[in-house]
């Protein structure tokens, strides 16, 4: 299992909700990783296990047809009836003792055939063995569930974070003045600041034990945050947190608590006693929506509390080259939308944000519409290294490779980042770029390395792949 480490992070006024989210941003990749590191190896041991038990099903199944008395033999039927003889042999060989296999229930679906009971009437040693297969543990969805319940820790640890700073540095913003202490817990404060903090803390404690709509609750209330980019996913969220509930205090298997508090559009015929657990799939969408919801909502309340902070747009762009890197593009989009919207922050990053806007849409399917809005833009004012990257955003191939020497010459790129920026995909899948590669003189003290293809999200990542550079620009 994954093992997130959560450290209680003090952060003044200075630097605001930095690093708590740069933690948690790296939290969320880092289980991505694991999951994604550790998945084929499960799969494959799942698929040693389908093999093995293959040739048992399969005599299981004939046994099932010739039994069936509606079966007439036809010309096929000494080809079926060989095929099951081979298969026993091999199998009474290595079992030592005949196999008969009986399959009690056995349905067609969209991926085949699903058969719920085996029954083996000779030869103890295979039956054991069989049993001991059908019986192991499924490791991988195992993975997904312990994965799934660090994601929403993760979460509430980061919500804690965010909380505890900001009533920190505003203790006003906790609406503290109508609360009451004992005095029995007012004989162990020093002085006042000591009274603030416990109250502070035991509003923070009552808020995470709630329910996640009413943290939404307090966020529009308390905090007058706006949180429009909930709007979606406000169900979603609700949902995934109801789902963890689920899981952790009732085995995943649906009760009407549940039902009662998701939105009806989600519940897709489910019934009380339906089993629910966390595929790949769910676990890749919960990070996704809990990963952009709750950033842009710390976001939301740094731009309110501190609107001029150029620390924001650093963060920023390099929280959404992170995720681009790994091919989250709606988690970058996202993130570098809301960059754009930040009327407070340098040009220079805004500028990052709508290149990594562009490229994360076009990542997403959504290259006509981009291409329409590229149509008019000129980068002729800006930086050669800008150039290059809404060119190589137009698939201008001939533009491209006339800038790039120029911008590689000014020492705006060079040969390691050429490869390694996402951007430039398109570019370095050419021939052109190949022959810029041979012929050059950028490239005759880089060493060989291979070029990931940054257009698919990457499956595994071994060795984990070493973070960019700190420094701006970065161009996606």
Not at 209 to 220: A, C, G, I, Q, Y
Request: aromatic share 10%; hydrophobic share 40%; proline share 3%.
């Amino acid at each position: 299992m994954s093992i997130l480490i959560f450290p209680f992070i003090e952060t003044n006024l200075k630097t605001m909700f930095k690093e708590q989210i740069s933690q948690f941003n790296k939290n969320l990749l880092d289980l991505r990783d694991f999951v994604d590191l550790i998945d084929p190896i499960l799969l494959e041991k799942y698929k040693e296990t389908e093999k093995d038990l293959q040739p048992f099903i399969l005599v299981g199944l004939i046994n099932r047809i010739l039994n069936n008395p509606d079966f007439k033999s036809d010309e096929q039927t000494p080809g079926i009836l060989k095929i099951k003889e081979n298969i026993e042999k091999k199998l009474e060989e290595k079992y030592k003792g005949k196999v008969d296999v009986e399959i009690r229930d056995a349905k067609k679906v969209d991926d085949g055939i699903t058969v719920e009971g085996l029954t083996f009437k000779t030869a103890p040693e295979a039956a054991t063995y069989i049993e001991q297969l059908i019986n192991k543990p499924d490791h991988r969805n195992f993975l997904y569930k312990t994965s799934f319940i660090s994601l929403i820790s993760s979460v509430e640890w980061f919500f804690s974070q965010i909380l505890h700073t900001l009533y920190s540095n505003f203790p006003e913003k906790a609406l503290l003045d109508k609360k009451m202490i004992s005095f029995d817990d007012l004989k162990d404060f020093d002085n006042i600041k000591d009274a603030e903090q416990f109250l502070i803390d035991e509003k923070i404690e009552n808020i995470l034990r709630d329910k996640v709509e009413n943290w939404f609750e307090l966020l529009s209330r308390e905090l007058n945050l706006n949180m429009g980019y909930l709007a979606s996913t406000k169900k979603n969220i609700t949902e995934i947190f109801q789902r963890r509930n689920l899981i952790i205090h009732n085995g995943g298997i649906v009760n009407s608590i549940y039902l009662s508090r998701i939105d009806p559009s989600l519940k897709n015929e489910l019934s009380i006693n339906d089993s629910l657990g966390v595929s790949k799939e769910y676990l890749d969408f919960s990070i996704e929506t809990l990963q952009t919801a709750f950033i842009l909502f710390s976001l939301e309340l740094w731009k309110k509390n501190k609107p001029g902070d150029k620390e924001r747009g650093n963060l920023l762009v390099e929280i959404v080259y992170e995720n681009v890197e790994k091919g989250w593009w709606n988690i970058a989009e996202g993130l570098s939308f809301f960059l754009l919207q930040d009327a407070k922050m340098d040009n220079i990053d805004k500028l990052l944000g709508q290149i990594n806007n562009w490229l994360c849409q076009k990542r997403l399917g959504k290259n006509d519409a981009v291409q329409k809005e590229l149509k008019d833009i000129d980068f002729s004012d800006k930086q050669l290294l800008f150039q290059l990257a809404l060119v190589a955003l137009k698939d201008d191939k001939a533009t491209f490779f006339e800038l790039l020497p120029m911008t590689m010459d000014k020492d705006e790129l060079n040969a390691e980042k050429l490869q390694q920026f996402p951007i430039f995909e398109e570019m370095r899948l050419t021939e052109e770029f190949q022959n810029f590669k041979n012929d050059s003189k950028y490239f005759r003290n880089v060493s060989e390395k291979p070029i990931q293809n940054d257009i698919a999200a990457p499956k595994i990542v071994i060795p984990k792949k070493q973070r960019a550079s700190k420094n701006k620009p970065k161009v996606l």
